[in-house]
Protein backbone atom coordinates (compact mmCIF):
# COMPACT_ATOMS: atom_id res chain seq x y z
CA UNK A 1 0.00 0.00 0.00
CA UNK A 2 1.38 3.30 -0.74
CA UNK A 3 0.79 7.09 0.18
CA UNK A 4 -2.03 8.68 -1.88
CA UNK A 5 -3.77 5.06 -3.63
CA UNK A 6 -7.00 4.63 -4.00
CA UNK A 7 -8.66 1.50 -2.52
CA UNK A 8 -11.96 -0.09 -1.77
CA UNK A 9 -12.24 -1.10 1.65
CA UNK A 10 -14.85 -2.95 3.44
CA UNK A 11 -15.24 -1.71 7.28
CA UNK A 12 -15.52 -5.15 9.64
CA UNK A 13 -14.58 -3.57 12.89
CA UNK A 14 -14.38 0.04 14.56
CA UNK A 15 -11.36 1.26 17.22
CA UNK A 16 -12.03 2.61 20.27
CA UNK A 17 -11.45 6.40 18.44
CA UNK A 18 -14.43 5.18 17.04
CA UNK A 19 -12.41 4.66 13.61
CA UNK A 20 -13.66 2.22 10.86
CA UNK A 21 -10.74 -0.78 10.38
CA UNK A 22 -10.81 -2.57 7.43
CA UNK A 23 -8.50 -5.23 5.16
CA UNK A 24 -7.08 -4.93 2.31
CA UNK A 25 -5.14 -8.26 0.93
CA UNK A 26 -4.06 -8.57 4.52
CA UNK A 27 -3.29 -4.85 5.27
CA UNK A 28 -4.78 -3.02 7.67
CA UNK A 29 -6.71 0.48 7.04
CA UNK A 30 -8.12 3.10 9.46
CA UNK A 31 -10.61 4.95 8.21
CA UNK A 32 -11.95 7.74 9.97
CA UNK A 33 -15.61 8.22 9.65
CA UNK A 34 -15.88 5.26 8.43
CA UNK A 35 -18.31 2.46 10.19
CA UNK A 36 -18.71 -1.21 10.14
CA UNK A 37 -20.62 -2.75 6.95
CA UNK A 38 -19.36 0.11 4.88
CA UNK A 39 -17.68 -0.30 1.42
CA UNK A 40 -15.59 2.66 1.24
CA UNK A 41 -13.49 4.45 -1.56
CA UNK A 42 -10.35 5.28 0.28
CA UNK A 43 -7.99 8.03 -0.14
CA UNK A 44 -4.66 6.20 1.47
CA UNK A 45 -3.37 9.19 3.49
CA UNK A 46 -0.73 7.61 5.36
CA UNK A 47 1.26 3.70 4.53
CA UNK A 48 3.22 2.31 7.22
CA UNK A 49 4.60 -1.49 6.29
CA UNK A 50 2.02 -2.97 8.08
CA UNK A 51 -1.53 -0.41 8.15
CA UNK A 52 -2.21 2.52 7.20
CA UNK A 53 -4.66 5.66 7.30
CA UNK A 54 -6.98 6.57 5.11
CA UNK A 55 -10.03 9.20 4.49
CA UNK A 56 -13.16 8.22 3.31
CA UNK A 57 -14.10 9.32 0.01
CA UNK A 58 -17.17 7.72 -1.25
CA UNK A 59 -19.30 5.30 0.40
CA UNK A 60 -19.93 2.67 -2.69
CA UNK A 61 -22.57 0.97 -0.61
CA UNK A 62 -23.04 2.41 2.95
CA UNK A 63 -23.45 0.21 5.91
CA UNK A 64 -27.28 -0.69 6.65
CA UNK A 65 -26.64 0.16 9.72
CA UNK A 66 -25.81 3.55 8.78
CA UNK A 67 -28.37 6.64 10.36
CA UNK A 68 -28.47 10.24 9.81
CA UNK A 69 -26.53 11.73 13.11
CA UNK A 70 -28.98 13.90 15.32
CA UNK A 71 -26.57 16.06 15.90
CA UNK A 72 -25.52 18.42 12.57
CA UNK A 73 -21.85 18.31 13.72
CA UNK A 74 -21.85 15.19 14.42
CA UNK A 75 -18.94 14.27 11.34
CA UNK A 76 -16.72 17.76 12.22
CA UNK A 77 -16.88 17.40 15.82
CA UNK A 78 -14.22 15.73 18.00
CA UNK A 79 -16.84 14.75 20.62
CA UNK A 80 -18.79 11.77 19.05
CA UNK A 81 -16.94 9.53 17.09
CA UNK A 82 -19.77 7.03 15.87
CA UNK A 83 -22.98 8.60 16.04
CA UNK A 84 -23.53 7.73 12.42
CA UNK A 85 -24.35 4.33 13.58
CA UNK A 86 -27.61 3.15 14.88
CA UNK A 87 -27.85 2.64 18.57
CA UNK A 88 -28.37 -1.14 18.49
CA UNK A 89 -25.22 -1.28 16.23
CA UNK A 90 -23.26 0.55 18.47
CA UNK A 91 -24.12 -1.94 21.30
CA UNK A 92 -23.83 -5.34 19.06
CA UNK A 93 -20.21 -3.44 18.77
CA UNK A 94 -18.71 -2.86 21.71
CA UNK A 95 -20.07 -6.27 23.23
CA UNK A 96 -18.32 -8.11 20.55
CA UNK A 97 -15.40 -5.76 21.28
CA UNK A 98 -14.73 -7.37 24.63
CA UNK A 99 -16.15 -10.58 23.55
CA UNK A 100 -13.45 -10.53 21.21
CA UNK A 101 -10.51 -9.42 23.25
CA UNK A 102 -11.64 -11.96 26.25
CA UNK A 103 -11.20 -14.63 23.97
CA UNK A 104 -8.31 -13.55 22.02
CA UNK A 105 -6.00 -11.88 24.35
CA UNK A 106 -7.25 -13.29 27.70
CA UNK A 107 -7.44 -16.76 25.91
CA UNK A 108 -10.77 -17.72 27.23
CA UNK A 109 -12.90 -20.19 25.69
CA UNK A 110 -15.13 -18.94 23.23
CA UNK A 111 -18.38 -21.05 24.50
CA UNK A 112 -17.03 -20.21 28.29
CA UNK A 113 -17.31 -16.57 27.28
CA UNK A 114 -20.86 -16.68 25.82
CA UNK A 115 -22.06 -18.79 28.75
CA UNK A 116 -21.49 -16.16 31.09
CA UNK A 117 -22.16 -13.20 29.67
CA UNK A 118 -25.00 -10.55 30.72
CA UNK A 119 -26.35 -8.56 27.49
CA UNK A 120 -24.75 -5.23 27.24
CA UNK A 121 -26.31 -2.72 29.45
CA UNK A 122 -27.15 0.02 27.22
CA UNK A 123 -29.52 3.30 27.37
CA UNK A 124 -32.95 3.63 26.49
CA UNK A 125 -32.32 7.18 25.31
CA UNK A 126 -28.73 7.69 24.79
CA UNK A 127 -28.83 11.40 24.12
CA UNK A 128 -28.72 14.19 27.01
CA UNK A 129 -26.97 12.06 29.08
CA UNK A 130 -23.81 13.96 29.65
CA UNK A 131 -23.97 16.30 33.15
CA UNK A 132 -20.59 17.78 32.81
CA UNK A 133 -19.68 19.85 29.39
CA UNK A 134 -16.44 22.15 28.95
CA UNK A 135 -16.79 24.65 26.01
CA UNK A 136 -13.70 26.48 24.62
CA UNK A 137 -15.21 29.85 23.78
CA UNK A 138 -13.67 32.02 20.66
CA UNK A 139 -14.00 33.82 17.93
CA UNK A 140 -14.81 33.16 14.04
CA UNK A 141 -13.40 34.66 10.86
CA UNK A 142 -15.88 37.52 11.48
CA UNK A 143 -15.13 38.24 14.65
CA UNK A 144 -18.20 36.93 16.64
CA UNK A 145 -17.50 35.40 19.51
CA UNK A 146 -18.64 31.37 19.87
CA UNK A 147 -18.97 28.45 21.93
CA UNK A 148 -18.55 25.00 20.86
CA UNK A 149 -16.25 22.02 20.84
CA UNK A 150 -12.84 21.08 19.03
CA UNK A 151 -12.35 19.28 16.24
CA UNK A 152 -10.96 15.60 16.47
CA UNK A 153 -7.28 16.32 17.22
CA UNK A 154 -6.67 20.16 16.66
CA UNK A 155 -7.84 23.12 18.67
CA UNK A 156 -10.07 24.47 15.90
CA UNK A 157 -13.32 25.22 17.47
CA UNK A 158 -16.57 24.07 16.16
CA UNK A 159 -19.31 26.36 16.57
CA UNK A 160 -22.24 24.21 18.66
CA UNK A 161 -24.36 25.15 21.57
CA UNK A 162 -27.04 22.74 21.24
CA UNK A 163 -24.69 19.17 21.58
CA UNK A 164 -27.00 16.40 21.57
CA UNK A 165 -25.22 14.12 24.32
CA UNK A 166 -25.09 17.23 26.69
CA UNK A 167 -27.62 18.64 29.07
CA UNK A 168 -30.42 20.86 27.16
CA UNK A 169 -29.66 23.55 29.67
CA UNK A 170 -26.32 24.33 28.11
CA UNK A 171 -27.67 26.13 25.31
CA UNK A 172 -29.54 29.15 27.50
CA UNK A 173 -26.06 29.49 29.44
CA UNK A 174 -23.73 29.50 26.86
CA UNK A 175 -26.31 32.00 25.34
CA UNK A 176 -26.35 34.03 28.33
CA UNK A 177 -22.51 33.63 28.90
CA UNK A 178 -21.56 34.91 24.57
CA UNK A 179 -24.11 37.37 25.15
CA UNK A 180 -22.78 39.59 28.36
CA UNK A 181 -19.50 39.21 27.05
CA UNK A 182 -20.63 40.94 23.79
CA UNK A 183 -22.24 43.53 26.32
CA UNK A 184 -18.96 44.19 27.97
CA UNK A 185 -16.92 43.70 25.43
CA UNK A 186 -14.75 40.69 26.67
CA UNK A 187 -12.72 38.58 24.81
CA UNK A 188 -11.95 35.16 23.94
CA UNK A 189 -8.84 33.26 25.02
CA UNK A 190 -6.90 32.81 21.48
CA UNK A 191 -4.43 30.17 22.38
CA UNK A 192 -1.75 30.99 19.57
CA UNK A 193 -1.08 34.93 20.95
CA UNK A 194 -1.97 33.82 24.94
CA UNK A 195 -3.96 37.05 24.60
CA UNK A 196 -7.99 37.43 25.71
CA UNK A 197 -9.68 36.60 28.63
CA UNK A 198 -12.22 33.61 28.87
CA UNK A 199 -10.90 30.48 27.44
CA UNK A 200 -13.61 27.92 28.48
CA UNK A 201 -17.03 27.49 29.93
CA UNK A 202 -17.43 24.47 32.30
CA UNK A 203 -20.90 23.53 33.24
CA UNK A 204 -22.31 20.63 35.84
CA UNK A 205 -25.76 19.46 36.05
CA UNK A 206 -27.00 17.45 39.10
CA UNK A 207 -28.46 14.49 37.63
CA UNK A 208 -31.18 14.08 40.84
CA UNK A 209 -31.09 17.44 41.92
CA UNK A 210 -31.05 19.83 38.93
CA UNK A 211 -28.26 21.64 40.64
CA UNK A 212 -26.45 23.88 38.37
CA UNK A 213 -23.09 24.89 38.59
CA UNK A 214 -21.07 27.82 35.73
CA UNK A 215 -17.36 28.10 35.98
CA UNK A 216 -16.01 30.48 33.80
CA UNK A 217 -11.97 29.69 33.06
CA UNK A 218 -10.20 32.83 32.90
CA UNK A 219 -6.78 33.96 31.72
CA UNK A 220 -6.27 36.49 33.75
CA UNK A 221 -7.73 36.97 38.00
CA UNK A 222 -10.76 38.68 37.37
CA UNK A 223 -14.26 38.95 35.38
CA UNK A 224 -15.35 42.54 34.74
CA UNK A 225 -18.52 43.51 35.52
CA UNK A 226 -19.06 39.74 36.95
CA UNK A 227 -22.37 41.11 38.92
CA UNK A 228 -24.20 41.47 35.08
CA UNK A 229 -22.82 37.85 34.24
CA UNK A 230 -24.37 36.59 37.93
CA UNK A 231 -27.74 38.59 37.00
CA UNK A 232 -28.23 36.47 33.77
CA UNK A 233 -26.85 33.31 34.83
CA UNK A 234 -29.64 33.53 38.03
CA UNK A 235 -32.34 33.93 35.52
CA UNK A 236 -31.45 30.16 34.98
CA UNK A 237 -33.70 27.29 37.09
CA UNK A 238 -31.39 25.55 39.31
CA UNK A 239 -28.27 28.27 39.02
CA UNK A 240 -26.72 26.81 42.22
CA UNK A 241 -22.81 27.98 41.52
CA UNK A 242 -21.17 30.31 39.43
CA UNK A 243 -17.30 30.89 39.85
CA UNK A 244 -14.25 31.49 37.70
CA UNK A 245 -11.05 29.44 37.35
CA UNK A 246 -8.00 31.20 36.98
CA UNK A 247 -5.52 29.52 33.93
CA UNK A 248 -2.50 31.81 33.01
CA UNK A 249 -0.64 28.98 31.62
CA UNK A 250 -0.31 28.36 27.72
CA UNK A 251 -1.74 24.74 28.25
CA UNK A 252 -4.25 22.28 27.06
CA UNK A 253 -5.34 21.72 31.20
CA UNK A 254 -8.65 23.57 31.06
CA UNK A 255 -9.16 24.30 34.30
CA UNK A 256 -6.94 26.34 36.96
CA UNK A 257 -6.68 25.60 40.28
CA UNK A 258 -7.56 28.76 41.94
CA UNK A 259 -11.35 28.93 42.27
CA UNK A 260 -13.29 32.06 43.17
CA UNK A 261 -16.49 32.25 44.07
CA UNK A 262 -19.02 34.25 42.24
CA UNK A 263 -22.24 33.80 43.18
CA UNK A 264 -23.93 31.28 45.75
CA UNK A 265 -22.18 28.16 46.81
CA UNK A 266 -19.12 26.87 45.61
CA UNK A 267 -20.04 23.08 45.25
CA UNK A 268 -23.44 21.76 43.54
CA UNK A 269 -24.86 18.49 45.52
CA UNK A 270 -25.90 15.03 43.70
CA UNK A 271 -26.53 11.65 44.23
CA UNK A 272 -25.36 8.31 43.27
CA UNK A 273 -28.24 5.93 44.45
CA UNK A 274 -28.58 7.02 48.61
CA UNK A 275 -25.46 8.49 48.59
CA UNK A 276 -24.96 12.08 48.44
CA UNK A 277 -21.58 13.94 46.80
CA UNK A 278 -20.22 17.94 46.95
CA UNK A 279 -19.20 18.42 43.46
CA UNK A 280 -16.55 21.56 42.84
CA UNK A 281 -15.66 22.66 39.59
CA UNK A 282 -12.52 20.63 39.85
CA UNK A 283 -13.84 17.50 41.31
CA UNK A 284 -13.73 14.17 39.39
CA UNK A 285 -17.58 12.81 39.06
CA UNK A 286 -18.64 10.38 36.50
CA UNK A 287 -20.38 11.89 33.86
CA UNK A 288 -22.99 9.68 33.03
CA UNK A 289 -25.31 9.15 35.90
CA UNK A 290 -27.65 7.08 34.91
CA UNK A 291 -25.40 4.20 33.53
CA UNK A 292 -23.09 4.87 36.58
CA UNK A 293 -26.14 3.84 38.55
CA UNK A 294 -26.39 0.87 36.55
CA UNK A 295 -22.77 0.14 36.74
CA UNK A 296 -22.27 0.88 40.52
CA UNK A 297 -25.74 -1.27 40.78
CA UNK A 298 -24.01 -4.57 38.86
CA UNK A 299 -21.19 -3.98 41.30
CA UNK A 300 -23.25 -4.28 44.13
CA UNK A 301 -24.58 -7.42 42.67
CA UNK A 302 -21.65 -9.32 41.96
CA UNK A 303 -20.29 -8.42 44.88
CA UNK A 304 -22.82 -10.15 46.94
CA UNK A 305 -22.65 -8.53 50.16
CA UNK A 306 -24.55 -9.44 53.55
CA UNK A 307 -24.22 -6.72 55.19
CA UNK A 308 -20.57 -8.37 57.26
CA UNK A 309 -18.33 -8.54 54.69
CA UNK A 310 -14.38 -6.46 54.26
CA UNK A 311 -14.16 -5.05 50.74
CA UNK A 312 -11.09 -2.96 48.91
CA UNK A 313 -12.13 -0.54 46.34
CA UNK A 314 -8.67 -0.02 44.86
CA UNK A 315 -8.60 2.89 42.10
CA UNK A 316 -11.15 4.34 44.22
CA UNK A 317 -11.11 8.07 42.72
CA UNK A 318 -13.71 9.94 45.31
CA UNK A 319 -14.91 6.32 46.47
CA UNK A 320 -17.85 6.52 44.74
CA UNK A 321 -18.11 3.01 44.57
CA UNK A 322 -16.37 2.56 48.05
CA UNK A 323 -19.34 4.70 49.86
CA UNK A 324 -22.20 2.95 47.25
CA UNK A 325 -20.78 -0.58 48.83
CA UNK A 326 -19.92 0.74 52.31
CA UNK A 327 -23.93 0.97 52.81
CA UNK A 328 -24.46 -3.12 52.61
CA UNK A 329 -20.77 -4.23 53.94
CA UNK A 330 -18.93 -4.29 57.00
CA UNK A 331 -15.88 -2.05 56.34
CA UNK A 332 -14.39 -0.72 52.87
CA UNK A 333 -11.02 -0.10 52.10
CA UNK A 334 -10.63 2.48 49.20
CA UNK A 335 -7.02 3.12 47.53
CA UNK A 336 -6.15 6.03 45.18
CA UNK A 337 -3.47 7.99 44.03
CA UNK A 338 -4.78 11.55 43.79
CA UNK A 339 -4.65 13.07 46.99
CA UNK A 340 -7.34 15.72 46.38
CA UNK A 341 -9.68 12.57 45.50
CA UNK A 342 -9.40 10.75 48.59
CA UNK A 343 -9.79 14.32 50.49
CA UNK A 344 -13.27 14.58 48.48
CA UNK A 345 -13.92 10.86 49.42
CA UNK A 346 -13.66 11.25 53.15
CA UNK A 347 -15.40 14.28 53.22
CA UNK A 348 -18.45 12.35 51.22
CA UNK A 349 -18.31 9.58 53.84
CA UNK A 350 -18.69 12.03 56.32
CA UNK A 351 -21.87 14.05 54.79
CA UNK A 352 -23.72 10.56 54.51
CA UNK A 353 -22.58 9.51 57.90
CA UNK A 354 -20.85 6.68 56.43
CA UNK A 355 -18.13 5.50 59.40
CA UNK A 356 -17.62 2.15 58.02
CA UNK A 357 -15.38 3.33 55.03
CA UNK A 358 -11.60 4.57 55.31
CA UNK A 359 -9.24 5.60 52.73
CA UNK A 360 -5.31 5.39 51.54
CA UNK A 361 -3.73 7.48 48.89
CA UNK A 362 -0.84 5.99 47.20
CA UNK A 363 -0.46 3.72 44.25
CA UNK A 364 -2.36 0.76 44.66
CA UNK A 365 0.98 -1.52 43.40
CA UNK A 366 2.84 0.73 46.60
CA UNK A 367 -0.27 0.57 49.27
CA UNK A 368 -1.40 -2.87 48.83
CA UNK A 369 1.21 -5.13 49.31
CA UNK A 370 2.64 -2.50 51.89
CA UNK A 371 -0.75 -3.21 54.15
CA UNK A 372 -0.50 -6.98 53.57
CA UNK A 373 3.33 -6.65 54.72
CA UNK A 374 2.54 -4.70 57.54
CA UNK A 375 -0.98 -6.68 58.91
CA UNK A 376 1.48 -9.98 58.84
CA UNK A 377 4.37 -8.27 60.84
CA UNK A 378 1.72 -6.57 63.35
CA UNK A 379 -0.54 -9.59 63.46
CA UNK A 380 2.43 -12.72 64.29
CA UNK A 381 2.48 -13.87 60.84
CA UNK A 382 -1.75 -13.75 59.95
CA UNK A 383 -2.43 -12.03 56.74
CA UNK A 384 -4.60 -9.78 55.95
CA UNK A 385 -8.33 -10.90 54.27
CA UNK A 386 -10.55 -9.56 52.46
CA UNK A 387 -13.47 -11.02 51.20
CA UNK A 388 -14.40 -8.64 48.40
CA UNK A 389 -11.94 -6.89 46.28
CA UNK A 390 -13.37 -4.32 43.64
CA UNK A 391 -10.59 -2.72 41.40
CA UNK A 392 -11.66 -0.11 38.99
CA UNK A 393 -8.34 0.69 36.98
CA UNK A 394 -6.66 3.51 34.45
CA UNK A 395 -6.60 1.62 30.61
CA UNK A 396 -3.49 0.32 31.47
CA UNK A 397 -4.92 -2.47 34.40
CA UNK A 398 -3.39 -3.63 37.08
CA UNK A 399 0.31 -3.91 37.97
CA UNK A 400 1.17 -7.50 38.50
CA UNK A 401 2.03 -6.77 41.86
CA UNK A 402 -1.02 -5.71 42.71
CA UNK A 403 -3.11 -8.68 40.92
CA UNK A 404 -0.79 -10.79 42.97
CA UNK A 405 -1.50 -9.07 46.39
CA UNK A 406 -5.07 -9.58 45.89
CA UNK A 407 -4.73 -13.35 45.27
CA UNK A 408 -3.01 -13.47 48.61
CA UNK A 409 -5.86 -11.57 50.37
CA UNK A 410 -8.25 -14.43 49.11
CA UNK A 411 -11.74 -12.73 48.21
CA UNK A 412 -13.96 -14.55 47.59
CA UNK A 413 -15.29 -12.69 45.23
CA UNK A 414 -12.93 -10.22 42.83
CA UNK A 415 -14.96 -7.46 40.82
CA UNK A 416 -13.24 -6.12 37.65
CA UNK A 417 -14.44 -2.77 36.33
CA UNK A 418 -12.58 -1.92 33.37
CA UNK A 419 -12.46 0.61 30.59
CA UNK A 420 -10.34 -0.95 28.26
CA UNK A 421 -11.19 -4.39 27.69
CA UNK A 422 -7.40 -5.01 26.14
CA UNK A 423 -5.91 -4.84 29.67
CA UNK A 424 -8.96 -6.14 31.19
CA UNK A 425 -8.37 -9.70 29.48
CA UNK A 426 -4.26 -9.73 30.11
CA UNK A 427 -4.94 -8.94 33.75
CA UNK A 428 -8.07 -11.91 34.11
CA UNK A 429 -5.94 -14.36 32.65
CA UNK A 430 -3.08 -14.14 35.33
CA UNK A 431 -6.09 -14.00 38.17
CA UNK A 432 -7.53 -16.91 36.44
CA UNK A 433 -4.26 -19.20 36.79
CA UNK A 434 -3.59 -18.26 40.10
CA UNK A 435 -6.75 -19.95 41.52
CA UNK A 436 -9.65 -17.63 40.07
CA UNK A 437 -12.18 -18.27 37.39
CA UNK A 438 -14.78 -15.75 35.86
CA UNK A 439 -18.47 -16.58 37.07
CA UNK A 440 -20.26 -13.41 34.54
CA UNK A 441 -18.95 -10.54 32.57
CA UNK A 442 -21.29 -7.46 31.39
CA UNK A 443 -20.92 -4.78 29.06
CA UNK A 444 -22.08 -1.45 30.44
CA UNK A 445 -22.53 1.32 27.66
CA UNK A 446 -20.75 5.10 29.67
CA UNK A 447 -20.80 6.97 26.50
CA UNK A 448 -22.82 6.09 23.92
CA UNK A 449 -21.43 7.71 20.46
CA UNK A 450 -18.17 7.09 21.15
CA UNK A 451 -15.92 3.93 20.98
CA UNK A 452 -15.85 3.48 24.64
CA UNK A 453 -17.16 0.60 26.48
CA UNK A 454 -17.44 0.08 29.91
CA UNK A 455 -16.93 -4.04 31.37
CA UNK A 456 -17.43 -5.37 34.50
CA UNK A 457 -17.05 -8.99 35.30
CA UNK A 458 -17.37 -11.37 38.53
CA UNK A 459 -14.22 -13.92 39.51
CA UNK A 460 -14.56 -15.79 42.09
CA UNK A 461 -12.58 -18.14 44.31
CA UNK A 462 -12.23 -21.82 42.78
CA UNK A 463 -12.96 -23.71 45.60
CA UNK A 464 -10.34 -26.77 46.07
N1 LIG B 1 -13.79 3.95 40.80
C1 LIG B 1 -13.85 5.36 40.54
C2 LIG B 1 -12.89 5.88 39.47
C3 LIG B 1 -11.92 4.97 38.86
S1 LIG B 1 -10.98 5.74 37.59
C4 LIG B 1 -15.26 5.75 40.15
O1 LIG B 1 -16.07 4.90 39.79
O2 LIG B 1 -15.55 6.93 40.18
C5 LIG B 1 -9.37 5.15 37.99
C6 LIG B 1 -8.74 5.84 39.17
O3 LIG B 1 -7.48 5.26 39.41
C7 LIG B 1 -8.49 7.34 38.97
O4 LIG B 1 -9.10 8.03 40.02
C8 LIG B 1 -6.95 7.46 39.05
O5 LIG B 1 -6.53 8.65 39.67
C9 LIG B 1 -6.58 6.25 39.86
N2 LIG B 1 -5.22 5.72 39.66
C10 LIG B 1 -4.46 5.72 38.56
N3 LIG B 1 -3.32 5.05 38.75
C11 LIG B 1 -3.35 4.59 40.03
C12 LIG B 1 -2.46 3.82 40.83
N4 LIG B 1 -1.31 3.37 40.33
N5 LIG B 1 -2.81 3.54 42.08
C13 LIG B 1 -3.99 3.99 42.60
N6 LIG B 1 -4.86 4.72 41.88
C14 LIG B 1 -4.55 5.02 40.63
Redesign the pocket.
Known sequence: MKKNERVVVTITDMGVNGEGIGKVDGYTLFVKDAVIGDVAEVLVTKAKKQYGYGRLMKLVAPSPDRVEPVCGVARQCGGCQIQMLSYEKQLEFKQNKVRGNLIRLGGFDAELIDSIMEPIGGMKEPFHYRNKAQYPIGSDKEGNLIAGFYAGRTHQIIPNLDCVIGSEVNMPILKKVLEFMKRNGLQAYEEQSGRGLVRHVLIRRGFRTGEIMVCLVLNGTKLPSAEDLVRSLREIEGMTSITVSVNREKTNVIMGSEIHLLWGQDYITDYIGNVKYQISPLS?Y?VNPVQTEVLYGQALAYAGLTGNEVVWDV????G??SLFLAQKAGKVYG????PQ?IEDARKNAEINGIENAEFFVG???EVLPEYYARYEREHDGETARADVIVV???RKGCEESVLRTMVEMRPERIVYVSCDSATLARDLKMLCQWGYEMKKWRAIDMFPHSGHVETIVLIQRKTM
Open positions: FQYCGITIVEVVAKAEDPP
